[in-house]
Structures are given as C-alpha cells and as structure tokens.
Nanobody
Framework: QVQLVESGGGSVQAGGSLRLSCAASGDTVIINFMGWFRQVPGKEREGVAALYVGGTTTYYSDSSKGRFTISQDNAKNTVYLQMDSLKPEDTALYYC???????????????????WGQGTQVTVSS
C-alpha cells in the first residue's frame, strides 16, 4: 500500500502564492504517476496537474497552465504543486493522488488513481 499526506494549504489573497507538498510512503516503488486534483462542494473532482515519477513529462489543466508548476523530489518521495497568481476560483480542497504501473489512461480520470491523500484546503480571497 501507499500512503499520501498533503500539506501546505491555507488562506491567501488573490494574486498570492502557495506551495503544496505531497509526501508518499509505503510501497512507493510501484508508483510511476502522480497528480494533483481539486474539488469544491457539489462539483466533480478535477485534475490540476500530473507527472511521471522520475520523468520529465508534466500535464496541466487549462485552468492551471501558466500559473501552477508541478515538480518532484524523488529522494524525498515528495511531489509539489507551486501555485502562483492565485484566483478566488482556485479555492478548493486539493488532493494528491498516485497510480502504479499498469494503470494507463487519460491523466485526469480519477478512477485510475487507487491511492489518495486526505486533502488540504486552499482558500483564495478577493
């Protein structure tokens, strides 16, 4: 099993920045792809950014492209999400997710991620 723990959420004014962290533990060798998702009440969980563990390919949603940056520190088994130029519409509960080799498909499909963190709240005020 793999455990994911997010941190770094908080409250910030529009235009500000936050950096989220996702620390993975357990059987991390099986993981080859990780992503950040977010969800607001009443809406579906949506993909924000993702990357291949140990690789250089990254993926971004239209809403995060140009403002958010996903990165990783393999030595620490940690994935980050740097969020700049935050907007009130970025307010959500942000989740980290991971999937093992063999789970193939479009990166924003939540059902392809068997491992999830508990979420960290991001609130952006205008």
């Amino acid at each position: 099993q793999v455990q994911l723990v997010e941190s770094g959420g908080g409250s910030v004014q529009a235009g500000g920045s936050l950096r989220l962290s996702c620390a993975a533990s357990g059987d991390t060798v099986i993981i080859n792809f990780m992503g950040w998702f977010r969800q607001v009440p009443g809406k579906e969980r949506e993909g924000v950014a993702a990357l291949y563990v140990g690789g250089t390919t990254t993926y971004y949603s239209d809403s995060s492209k140009g403002r958010f940056t996903i990165s990783q520190d393999n030595a620490k088994n940690t994935v980050y999400l740097q969020m700049d130029s935050l907007k009130p519409e970025d307010t959500a509960l942000y989740y980290c997710a991971a999937r093992p080799r063999g789970y193939v498909g479009y990166w924003q499909i939540t059902n392809l991620y068997p491992f999830w963190g508990q979420g960290t709240q991001v609130t952006v005020s205008s």
